[in-house]
């Protein structure tokens, strides 16, 4: 049998059910595969339930205000994926009357979707012969090969372009992109596979040569930059300051605190806090932080230091950063870094 009789056979017998599987709406499948980008299933799963209910249509979904989308997103990270998810809802409801692309090119031009999730929702919702590559099916044909280039780079990233296109099936691609992506997911797994239980073992040559360890090859990731923040936490009896970041970097959209970006001055912090509210007093100027955290994004680590800072009476309101009732702190959309603050502070 050909690998792609193998991977469909055996995924017929041993797939997950998975929600987005029962289905060939287009929305549902796009819907999924956004989410699940640099997302496991498990965690993932719940997050396409909430949006699915949430937004039963493409429609609900570009009619939705960023910050909703925003705040159901919490906690995925990577927010430029819920950002462009909005963008191209607004597209399709807009521009398409509701309908998306029944092609590659259409798929691939839309924000937000690439090669890989072009062919996923080709291949899943509308039969497209397209094959997908991610990390898992890289994996697959590197080790089913022996591939002994890099894969994300150069040579190696063209073989695996070649070979994927070269295994799929033509007939049910849809089926069989399913089919890698599982069994990378399930059985190939980057550590300790199951090769005994591998419908190709009797076709892999690196099992054959005694190099699945090996496989794949991969450039080394580069080395995450440091970046130190101190936040000002600044509080009254019933309210705290936050700031709705803006800005073209990390957490755009997202709500964090008024902080400097330094090697951890906290006199530049406290002068920020004073400049801001000039004509309040402060009851209560930190000596020490209340919290210290390192948060590692994927290509950034971050020393974050949290520094409260209450006033007397009233916050007045300010053209840069935003007034919040304690109460409703909890409906903001914040990155997990701020939230795990909040939790711990006993904010929300």
Not at 126 to 154: C, I, K, T, W, Y
Not at 257 to 267: A, G, I, M, N
Request: charged share 25%.
């Amino acid at each position: 049998m050909e690998i792609k009789d193998l991977l469909i056979s055996w995924y017929l017998q041993h797939k997950r059910l998975l929600p987005w599987r029962n289905t060939n709406d287009p929305y549902k499948i796009w819907l999924s595969e956004i989410i699940l980008q640099q997302t496991r299933v498990d965690q993932g799963m719940d997050y396409y339930l909430r949006f699915a209910e949430a937004f039963p249509d493409v429609f609900g979904l570009a009619k939705a205000e960023e910050q909703v989308v925003l705040k159901l997103w919490q906690g995925l990270g990577y927010y430029s994926r819920a950002r462009n998810l909005l963008a191209t809802a607004r597209v399709i409801a807009n521009e398409h009357q509701g309908k998306f692309p029944n092609t590659y090119e259409g798929l691939i031009g839309l924000k937000g979707i690439g090669p890989y999730t072009a062919a996923a929702i080709g291949s899943f919702a509308f039969g497209l012969p397209h094959a997908v590559v991610d990390g898992n099916v890289m994996r697959v044909l590197s080790r089913v090969f022996d591939v002994q280039e890099a894969v994300n780079a150069g040579k190696g990233k063209k073989t695996i372009d070649e070979l994927a296109e070269y295994c799929l099936s033509k007939k049910d691609p849809g089926t069989y992109n399913q089919a890698i992506m599982e069994l990378g997911a399930l059985v190939c797994t980057p550590s300790n596979p199951q090769c005994t239980a591998c419908p190709l073992s009797v076709k892999c040559l690196s099992l054959a040569n005694k190099t699945v360890h090996l496989r794949p090859v991969k450039v080394k990731k580069q080395k995450a930059t440091l970046r130190q923040i101190d936040y000002a936490v600044i509080t009254s009896a019933a309210q705290i300051v936050f700031r709705l970041r803006k800005e073209k970097d990390i957490w755009q959209g997202l709500h964090d605190f008024p902080s400097v970006e330094s090697e951890h001055e906290k006199d530049a912090l406290i002068r920020l806090v004073k400049e801001s509210y000039p004509e309040n007093e402060i009851a209560r100027v930190p000596t020490l932080p209340e919290k210290s955290y390192t948060h590692q994004l994927t290509h950034r680590r971050i020393e974050a230091r949290f520094w409260r800072f209450e006033m007397f009476g009233d916050i007045p309101k300010n053209s840069i950063y935003l007034n919040v009732d304690k109460k409703d702190v909890d409906s903001l959309a914040v990155p997990r870094l701020i939230h795990k603050y909040l939790e711990d502070a006993n904010m929300i």
